[in-house]
């Protein structure tokens, strides 16, 4: 392997007769002058006699095709391979052509490739086209994980991509991009093993009730079991907000999520919301000026005056005038609106209990994942980040002052379908906390890891602090661009973006200086969602067809003129509740299907066994 063509300081072109190159392949270019510089393989090319010599684009052109005469190449006969490698660190000359090139050992590269130990690191995946040093490989990196590809799982053969989170107090934040099928939700769930395994306190938002990890994936003998290191919860049956501990800014956040105020709503909310306030306090409340403004102020004084009421309706009445002398001014449809969105979070159970167990699942450093309709969990994520995010600030700022305070530990915060809580171009009741750990989360010890299909919609403040961010196949031309101008892929990296295979990924992360290339590890467990929906409409079928047959069996040879007398017994057997015309078509169905048998006799029509 050999330079050729006209080199620059900071690319280099390399031909071999026998050697075809591979994306992101790492070469040494033995030239001595500039300290054996160290590249990768950008774009590849191979070149032979069926290729007319009139093609003079990409990597071929009059140059190169010149220098590989020069130094014995036979263009007319030979198979050239030939690979544009860009250097690593930027040369102070340009490279000597004709200079020799080789695979560099694992101590060359160690550098570039591993920045954290297994065991204080989150283990990916494998940097892609590394297996060339797999024999330089230390023990200590050998052997951690399984990786499937073509469908089958094999054993490591490369280099470890060991992502060092303790950097993140320096770099915070990591983005999480790829559409639908690129393999980013698995990418996210290898990423909540590690940091189950590394015992980070996490908090999981999981709109896709995905995020569970009991079962085991197969194919990978033993694996680890997160049993005890993280908790799952729903919204309204495990936790929710309290209530009497919100503020009037926390209860305008929350009633705004479930539908959009307007400006009369907000100064309703401001008006009649009292601090510690509980949910039936405020509620009642809302409900009593509602009905007292329906009926009027006039009506209400004329049947207080009136007497002649029971100590019930005495309060009740009285209740409303003070309310109208209060707020009597405010608009009906305004209070109404008000009542109709807190009515909506009380259904949906947000009220009816509190944090307590995630704060609880925080302190022993578990991963605990919130479950609940999207909007419900925008609802809720924008009080529990900002109480969890509060606890730990006032930690730290405590500290900081020498005062004594509760500890409360670094956490970090995930989110799949991320522009959906803080979307570009509009507000979301938690946009405004999850922008403040953005850009100050990292002097207090809580970090973001956002996914999303569409990084174009995510809010640009945010985007620009991820800085790490993992990029699946991608194929939208806007958020290619988005990416492009967020990251430091090169052209030729952004043109493959919607070609890559489901679970490759590149990784552009301040933490490692540059970008790249890795193929995601097998996780450890499997989403629920694995089971292909044909092949569930498949097994349903059967087990439909199991179920219709045991409940006719016990009356089989079964006549067509007996079946009304048995249909009560057969529909009890197989929970159907069919009429006799039903009943035929299906075991017409059966028999087609060779699960049943039809006989004619002169005097019935039979239904047998096969």
């Known amino acids: 392997m050999q330079i050729v ?34 590249g990768e393989v950008v774009e590849t090319f191979s070149y032979n006699r069926y290729i007319p010599m009139g093609f003079d684009k990409g990597l071929v052109d009059d140059q190169v095709l010149k220098t590989l005469e020069h130094i014995g190449y036979d263009i007319g006969a030979d198979d050239i391979h030939l690979a544009k490698v860009r250097l690593f660190e ?38 892609k086209s590394t297996d060339f040093i797999a024999e330089s490989i230390p023990a200590q990196l050998q052997q951690l994980f399984h990786m499937q590809e073509n469908d089958q799982v094999r054993q490591q053969n490369g280099v470890p991509f060991i992502f060092d989170i303790r950097a993140m107090q320096q770099y915070p934040h990591i983005g999480v991009f790829g559409g639908s099928g690129s393999g980013k939700s698995f990418g996210l769930r290898v990423m909540l093993e590690e940091l189950m395994k590394l015992s980070i306190p996490t908090l999981v938002f999981d709109p896709h009730f995905e995020m569970n990890f009991a079962a085991s994936a197969k194919g990978v003998g033993d694996v680890p079991s997160y049993r005890d290191k993280y908790m799952v919860v729903q919204i309204g049956r495990d936790v929710g907000v309290d209530f009497s501990a919100l503020s009037t800014r926390d209860v305008e956040r929350l009633l705004s999520a479930a539908g959009s105020l307007t400006e009369s709503m907000v100064n309703v909310i401001q008006s009649i919301h009292k601090r510690r306030d509980s949910y039936q306090s405020f509620s009642d409340r809302v409900a009593n000026l509602a009905e007292a403004l329906e009926m009027g102020k006039q009506k209400v004084e004329g049947i207080v005056n ?48 509190n944090i307590r167990a995630i704060e609880q699942g925080i302190h022993a450093g578990q991963l605990v994942v919130v479950q609940g309709a999207v909007w419900l969990l925008q609802v809720f994520s924008s009080y529990v980040i900002g109480a969890l995010y509060g606890k730990r600030r006032a930690y730290k700022d405590a500290k900081l002052q020498h005062q004594q305070a509760e500890f409360f530990p670094p956490f970090v915060i995930v989110t799949d379908e991320a522009h959906n809580f803080a979307p570009k171009g509009y507000d979301a009741p938690a946009k405004s906390v999850l922008k403040e750990i953005a850009q100050e989360g990292r002097k207090y010890g809580a970090f973001l890891i956002f996914a999303t299909q569409r990084p174009t919609l995510l809010d640009e403040t945010i985007t620009a602090q991820l800085n790490s961010k993992f990029v699946f196949r991608t194929v939208r031309g806007t958020d290619i661009q988005t990416i492009k101008e967020e990251t430091d892929l090169t052209a030729e990296e952004g043109k493959r973006l919607p070609y890559l295979r489901s679970g490759d990924v590149f990784v552009s992360s301040a933490i490692m200086g540059r970008t790249m290339a890795v193929r995601i590890r097998l996780a450890h467990s499997t989403s629920p969602h694995t089971l292909n929906p044909f092949d569930e409409l498949q097994q349903m079928k059967t087990k439909g067809d199991e179920d219709v047959l045991a409940a006719v069996e ?15 017994d057969i529909n009890k057997q197989s929970g159907k509740s069919w009429d006799v015309s039903t009943w035929k078509s299906e075991l017409e169905r059966l028999c087609e299907q060779g699960k049943l048998k039809k006989q004619k006799t002169p005097f019935a029509t039979l239904y047998d066994r096969p």
């Open 5 to 38: 063509g006209v080199t620059t300081q900071h690319e280099v072109y390399v031909a071999s007769k026998t050697h075809k190159f591979r994306m992101n392949e790492m070469f040494v270019i033995e030239d001595q002058q500039l300290n054996e510089p160290k």
């Open 306 to 353: 009136d007497g002649g009421m029971t100590r019930e309706e005495i309060e009740r009445y009285g209740t409303f005038k003070k309310l109208l002398d209060q707020f009597g001014s405010l608009p009906l449809a305004s209070v109404k609106g008000i009542q109709w969105r807190v009515n909506r979070l009380h259904q949906a159970g947000l009220f009816q209990q």
């Open 554 to 568: 016990p009356y089989l040879p079964l006549a067509e003129v007996s079946l009304m007398n048995h249909l009560t």
């Open 90 to 127: 930027e040369a102070t000359q340009p490279i000597q052509t004709g200079a020799h090139v080789r695979h560099p050992s694992f101590e060359e590269i160690e550098g570039l490739l591993v920045k954290a130990s297994p065991h204080e690191g989150m283990v990916l995946g494998e940097v």
